[in-house]
């Protein structure tokens, strides 16, 4: 059967028939290739710029996925950037104005157009539409939540947020997207005329394609009840979480939100189980520091520290110490907030300062429960320090975390807290400062030579660059074009020698203490990261960032 081909071309601004012919329904269709022939040639005549698909590397499916399956296959057109309200897509025919005006419509985007090849747009989009096929009619088997704490006020807003397809369905795909591309955090940013939707991943955040204005509202709305929050309150900040199952895996979920100007901005923190190691030799400790890390862990008393920055990795190595010595015959107790991971035979407590139940409250309490080993998520004041080092001085074990730049800085911490100088010497076996640097994607890592400033920053920190293999990644479909994947851990581990507890009580500087440390076999962070360096772990500009 027959039947008729009609091409609209435009240029000069106004449209023209170019071919008006008869043509069979086979796929070798004469008129066809005669077809994509003039639309090279208008294409050429009015500057269209021409984009190489099978060049342009990873494309973020939630870009692509703008432009609905049908759409970009009724009309040979796949989206592949998005910026600033603008989404360039790639067609094989850029002068249908049909086209334009449904792609315009149904994204709520001015659209940029490209011009490919129709055999290399049909081949992306198998490529980037075929994942997502039937995940709507999946997607209750996919990610399944949990409410926790559901009030009975809360079943009309609920019963009206349920019929919101759209905000449900994109909060759905969000946290399938978010758990796929193991961030984790999840940031919703309400702004004048945008929203702005980020994820952390490995630390950095980056930029989605986010939904229009118009769904902010329901949105919220819909993970604040997920969250068991009050949806009709928008003037304070509110604290909630969940749990849901995807692909499977349980994932704990906390929400956090904040009244802006343009409304409330929401953080959901991604707790994947599935995806962090608590075992102990997974911590990334060389073999030397790992034997004695492990001999401090089997002492009876004594007290560890872990410092460095927010999402360092702390709660971490704290999790898999309290796995290594745990046993049917120690008796251990936490208190955290929050509580990041339930861990089975250890009791742990969920801090409340607003009902009084802060770090010193917790921790006075549990000592009188016969703890063997205890864990205080973080020491905040001089109270909450003075009574971990009694516990560690009347025979428990302690582990705890303290913000600070390095292991050394901590002394001067506890110092500054107040603590006698003696007490500190007498509790404290060692201090751990850590850092995480993304590590390098293996599937596109290559070999480079860094610019000159780089080199000069080397110099000045007493490294030569000549003997360092410098590496970086590429970019590509593996790690979503960041040339990372994944993190690896460094770190400086300061151990309390007689000699350093000598220092103290002589009032030494913070420099001198390191000095020492260094002379005694302690490596520094610097040093510890550019050991990464040389390995191929990491980029130089990794460590320069964290450290």
């Known amino acids: ?61 939630t870009v692509v996925g703008l432009i609905p399956e049908d759409t970009a296959r009724q009309f040979l057109v796949i989206a592949f950037a998005q910026k600033k309200g603008v989404l360039s897509v790639a067609m094989a025919n850029p002068f249908d104005p049909l086209a334009l005006d449904i792609i315009q419509q149904k994204t709520g985007f001015q659209v940029e157009t490209n011009y490919a090849p129709q055999s290399l747009i049909e081949a992306e989009i198998e490529k980037y539409y075929a994942q997502k096929a039937n995940l709507e009619e999946s997607m209750k088997e996919l990610v399944d939540f949990e409410i926790e704490d559901e009030e009975e006020d809360d079943e009309e807003q609920l019963r009206i947020q349920a019929e919101d397809a759209p905000a449900i369905k994109f909060v759905n795909l969000l946290l399938l997207q978010a758990t796929q591309d193991r961030a984790s955090d999840i940031h919703i940013e309400p702004q004048d005329k945008e929203i702005k939707v980020r994820l952390r991943v490995d630390g950095i955040l980056r930029e989605i394609s986010p939904p229009p204005k118009r769904m902010q509202s329901g949105i919220i709305s819909r993970i604040k009840i997920l969250g068991g929050l009050d949806i009709a309150e928008r003037r304070v900040p509110q604290d ?66 872990v410092t460095g920055p927010t999402g360092s990795g702390k709660t971490t190595t704290l999790y898999s110490s309290l796995n290594f010595v745990n046993s049917p015959e120690k008796n251990i107790i936490t208190v955290e907030d929050p509580v990041e991971y339930r861990l089975k035979g250890i009791n742990q407590i969920q801090a409340r300062p607003q009902i009084g139940l802060t770090f010193a409250a917790g921790l006075r309490s549990i000592l009188r429960q016969d703890p063997d080993i205890v864990m205080v998520g973080e020491i905040r004041d001089k109270e909450t320090a003075e009574i971990a080092i009694q516990a560690a001085l009347t025979g428990h074990l302690v582990l705890s975390t303290l913000h600070t730049n390095d292991a050394v800085a901590t002394i001067i911490r506890l110092l500054n807290m107040g ?82 507890k000598e220092m103290i009580i002589d009032n030494a500087s913070e420099d001198e203490m390191r000095q020492k440390g260094l002379e005694l076999g302690m490596e520094s ?9 040389k390995e191929g772990l990491t980029t130089i500009d990794e460590i320069l960032r964290i450290i």
Not at 10 to 22: A, E, L, R, S
Not at 256 to 284: A, Q
Not at 525 to 533: E, P
């Open 1 to 61: 059967m027959a039947h008729p081909l009609t091409l609209w071309c435009v240029g000069g601004g106004k449209f023209y028939i170019i071919k008006k012919m008869q043509a069979s329904v086979t796929k070798n269709i004469p008129g066809k290739d005669l077809i994509e022939q003039r639309i090279r040639s208008f294409v050429l005549l009015n500057r269209i710029p021409k984009i190489d698909l099978s060049n342009i590397g990873f494309i973020d499916p």
């Open 240 to 305: 909630g979480r969940t749990k849901i199952k995807v692909l499977g895996r349980q994932i704990d979920i906390r929400i956090s939100t904040l009244p802006t100007i343009y409304g409330e901005k929401v953080v959901m923190r991604i707790l994947d189980k599935g995806s962090v190691s608590l075992n102990i030799n997974d911590i990334g400790f060389e073999t030397k520091l790992m034997t004695k890390f492990k001999e401090v862990l089997t002492q009876a008393h004594g007290m560890i520290l």
């Open 419 to 500: 603590i006698d100088k003696y007490l500190i010497c007498s509790s404290l076996s060692l201090v751990i400062a850590q850092r995480l640097a993304r590590r390098i994607c293996l599937h596109c890592k290559y070999q480079y030579t860094p610019d000159v400033d780089v080199q000069n920053r080397l110099e000045s920190l007493r490294v030569n660059p000549e003997e360092i293999t410098f590496y970086k990644g590429k970019g590509c479909d593996h790690c979503a074009g960041s040339g990372f994947w994944g993190r690896v851990a460094v770190y400086e581990f300061f151990l309390l020698y007689k000699e350093i």
């Open 525 to 533: 962070l610097l040093r510890n990261g550019l050991k990464k360096v």
